[in-house]
């Protein structure tokens, strides 16, 4: 197996994960926040989108995703929906409302798709070349994205996480706990 092999391997898993939750999906639970956080599984789905397409676009020069394939309107956002999540404020946050988990799984895959074209048009030597000069030590190509793919494996996770919450916390809610005797 090449680096590339591997790094479309890479790939797949978050694309995986992520279907994984489709049958938990509803719009309840992409818009709950357990204990009061402001970053939502829709969010989580979203944000593992767009960080994915926005640096993307960024590595090949395409156009994102996002507004080439029209999920720009179709999520219809606005402003909040078209940054990355990067810093969003809590208000900002709160504004990724999705109910349509179809919607959000397809955008995820949508955006991994681009990274699989990326990957079937590269040499294994381009995964050396330097993008970014401003890091030390540079960050090559291949750094990138084993980057990008890393942060939406991490996300997708913490939705699962999440989503796993529910009954868990049914049973032992943290106030509940005590310190034990000494």
């Keep these: 197996m090449d680096c590339l092999d591997l790094l479309r391997d890479l790939a797949s898993r978050p694309r995986h994960a992520a279907a994984q939750l489709r049958p938990q999906l509803d719009p309840a639970t992409l818009n709950a926040r ?23 676009a960024a590595l090949t020069g395409d156009h994102e995703v996002w507004t080439a394939q029209g999920f720009d309107a179709r999520f219809g956002l606005g402003p909040a929906g078209d940054a990355v999540g990067y810093g969003h404020s809590p208000e900002e946050a709160r504004r990724i409302i999705v109910e349509d988990a179809e919607l959000l799984l397809g955008y995820v895959d949508a955006a991994l798709a681009a990274v699989d074209t990326h990957l079937g048009a590269l040499a294994a030597s381009q995964l050396d070349d330097v993008v970014d000069a401003e890091w030390d030590p540079p960050v090559t190509r291949g750094a990138r994205l084993v980057s990008i793919l890393d942060d939406a494996i991490q996300h997708i996770a913490q939705a699962a996480y999440v989503i796993g919450m529910p009954a868990a916390t049914d049973s032992v809610m943290p106030t509940d706990l005590e310190d034990p005797a000494p």
């Design 34 to 56: 357990p204990g009061g956080h402001d970053n939502s599984v829709a969010w989580l789905l979203w944000h593992s989108g767009r960080e994915i397409d926005v640096q993307l």
